[in-house]
């Protein structure tokens, strides 16, 4: 553990905790993707499967269970609570156009053949792509509520975090595991736009709406 | 060779 993963994780955390936050709060899901909900969903379930076969730490098993329960709740206040509240509308990114490919290269470029391994390695290929169907809607919307900016921004930031812990953990530990580091770029790239929308705007107190 | 890798991260 270094300083880079904690925030990150920490980050992480509290992106989830803000999206159930806001939810909560509002009694409405208006703006946000289930279809991105639902993929972060297989994400950890696909992932976190280890919990019945490996043990790291405390902390990584509470985290773990967690986000497990953290997703799975979002999923019911958005597609049973709130339903009325969900803008499915605007939600209309093909979410197969993500889970075939994740799932296919999965099988080609992977450590070692096991299905825990590549159900580990899909649940990093989609979790890089996950946020398109939110950011498609936030497109199409052309605006995002000032919670959901932040939520996506604290998400956007933890991948990026785990970036600098990579490198710190190459300099230091000799760990190199090209299949994070690869789809941990390729996720923090599909934020930068967004970061910079946010930086510009919601940090000066404005709503993030598109031009 | 074996296969041991453990994922510590989330």
Known sequence: MNIFRLCGDLSHLLAILLLLFKIWKTRSCAGISGKTQLLFTIVYTARYLDLFTSFVSVYNSVMKIVFLTAS???????????????????????????????????????????????????????????????????????????????????????????????IYRYYTEDFLDWITIMAGIVQTILYCDFFYLYITKVLKGKRLSLP | EEFDKVHDEL
Do not use: C
Request: proline letters at 3%.
């Open chain 1, 72 to 166: 799975y709740g979002t999923l019911y206040l958005m597609f049973y609570k709130f339903k009325p509240t969900y803008d499915h509308n605007h939600d209309s990114f093909r979410i197969l156009y993500l889970i075939v490919p994740a799932l296919v290269l999965s099988f080609i470029i992977v450590h070692v053949y096991t299905v825990m391994e590549i159900l580990w390695t899909f649940s990093i290929y989609l979790e890089a792509v996950a946020i398109m169907p939110q950011l498609f809607m936030v497109s199409r919307t052309g605006e995002a509520e000032t919670i959901t900016s932040h939520y996506l921004f604290a998400l956007g930031s933890y991948r990026a975090l785990y970036i600098l812990n990579w």
